[in-house]
């Protein structure tokens, strides 16, 4: 390993932010494998300092693919008539909740496509208080909505939104969307869920074409000046009926997209320090022990898919969607065994959330008006 390297890799660990953009791009700029070590396993020993050899664990419930949007690299965007829409019923959302408790999993992440109107509020208030009970941490991933839409939601029981940026770059962002999406109002929607008072969660996509290491660190300093408490990012894989897959096929092998991935974790983790971040299923598709080394890389949390097997094939983002055919029980037995290996557990009976979080309302309840960096 290089001084320059070694001196980096000590220098983040002593404090949250302490690299410039340029040191940011040149860790994930890393692509010798000794070097590569290195920054992996220094971002795991943050992980293990803020989060011990634990994992956090939410059920993930792919509640409806039928979206209004277009992204150009979504398998189910709006204008792929490919895919065999479906919306599960609100019974079968709360079923799918009590499984996910039974599972001893003490959070939920409900995702679907992208719908804004009066039904779709009052349907997913409904849902959230019938599952209230069950006392749930739970994770809405449900798009861009009004500051009021957010607001219902939270009073209804919710405590965590997920909304991807997908670049922090509004001109990459362009070309990646319709002309009728906007990047202004998604950070706008952001900061509305802060205003409502989430646990806020955003990430992007890694390895997007045209997109530079100034790009991702860029990405990395968006996350700080937002100050969210959740990162869930996952490498760029087109998807075969999506208007970007032609060009994208051949800009990285699996292998170098998994990497790409793992260091954006690993950066991230040494910049951030006590945020939780996902180890994305999309790491899975591309490496069968994918998920395990997300979290080598600095990764702390872990989404196991429950919904009913026979949706699962009609929610692809992505080409290549993991565990397809494995019903929940069998994704709980197949990720403790994943994680043992590693010399992690899964922590269960417990809602995992954000360190990060936790901090910011307690700075926030002795110091008024905390708010973005
Ligand atoms: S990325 Fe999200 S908003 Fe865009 S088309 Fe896919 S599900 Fe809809």
């Known amino acids: 390993m290089t001084d320059g390297l070694h001196k980096l890799l000590a220098r983040s660990a002593e404090r949250p932010c302490a690299l410039a953009r340029s040191e940011l791009a040149a860790l994930l700029a890393v692509e010798d494998g000794t070097e590569l070590q290195a920054l992996f396993d220094a971002a795991y020993a943050l992980k293990v300092k803020y989060c011990g050899k634990r994992v956090a664990i939410r059920g993930l419930v792919e509640a409806g693919n039928v979206c209004a949007k277009d992204c ?197 983790r040494l910049y951030l320090h006590d945020v939780n971040i996902a180890a994305a299923t999309a790491l899975q598709a591309l490496a069968p022990d994918g998920r395990e080394r997300g979290v080598r890389a600095g990764a702390n949390v872990v989404m196991p898919n429950i919904t009913d097997v026979k949706y699962r094939r009609s929610y692809q983002l992505y080409a290549g969607k993991p565990c397809l055919d494995e019903n929940a029980g069998l994704c709980k037995r197949c990720l403790e065994r994943r994680l043992a290996s590693i010399g992690e557990t899964v922590d269960y009976g417990h809602r995992g959330d954000s360190l990060h979080y936790r901090r910011r309302m307690c700075a926030s309840a002795s110091i008024p008006g905390g708010g973005e960096r």
């Open 72 to 268: 150009l690299y979504c398998g189910i965007r709006r204008s792929n008539g490919k895919v065999t829409r479906y919306r599960l019923s609100a019974d079968e959302i709360v079923r799918l909740a009590e499984l996910n408790a039974k599972q001893g999993y003490a959070s939920l992440v409900i995702q679907s496509g992208e719908i804004e109107s009066e039904e779709q509020t009052r349907f997913v208030e409904d849902v959230l208080r019938r599952i209230a009970p069950l006392d749930l941490g739970v994770t809405l991933s449900l798009g861009e909505q009004t500051e009021e839409v957010y607001r219902r939601w939270k009073d209804a029981g919710a405590s965590r939104y997920l909304l991807r940026i997908e670049t922090s770059n509004p001109d990459l962002y362009t070309t990646l969307h319709p002309a009728n999406h906007s990047w202004e109002r998604r950070v706008e929607c952001l900061r509305a869920l802060r205003r409502c008072g989430y646990q806020v969660g955003t990430g992007v996509m890694c390895g997007l074409p045209g997109q530079t290491y100034d790009d991702l660190a860029h990405d990395i300093e968006f996350y700080d000046k937002m100050d969210v408490d959740m990162i869930g990012m996952g490498p760029f894989i087109p998807h075969p009926d999506t208007p970007l897959a032609t060009s994208c096929q051949s800009l990285a092998t699996n292998h170098q997209a998994l990497i790409l991935g793992l260091k954006m974790i690993a950066v991230t």
